[in-house]
């Protein structure tokens, strides 16, 4: 088979580029090569953390300015991306803040 655009590496931002170029290029085919979400959990796989399943985690305190206005502007676009894809991707859990004592 071949493809017009091939992505290796289906994490975040493989999966994120394959997505954009697939829906702004309709006419592109586009392969996007790395390892799936498990279907279920073993624990002697060690791709887990905090891009699979409900341990995904979000943030959007980060030391730049930049860093924190990108992940609040991705942040408000799970809503779009469950709806366009039909797969639940977030769901706000808790929050947590953390900071060094005073000196």
């Known amino acids: 088979m071949v493809f017009d655009i091939v992505i290796v590496g289906a ?4 999966s994120s580029a394959a997505y954009h170029i697939a829906k702004e290029h309709p006419k592109l ?11 279920k959990k073993d624990a002697s796989r060690d791709t887990y953390g905090c891009h699979y399943d409900e341990g995904r985690i979000t943030r ?3 030391e730049y ?27 706000e859990v808790r929050t947590e803040r953390c900071r060094a004592p005073p000196k």
């Open 29 to 39: 085919t586009v392969a996007l090569i790395g390892p799936g979400e498990p279907l």
């Open 11 to 14: 994490g975040s931002i493989g």
């Open 60 to 62: 959007v305190s980060a």
């Open 65 to 91: 300015e930049t860093e924190q206005v990108l992940a609040l502007r991705s942040t408000k676009q799970y809503p779009q991306l469950e709806e366009e894809t039909g797969i639940k991707i977030y769901e």
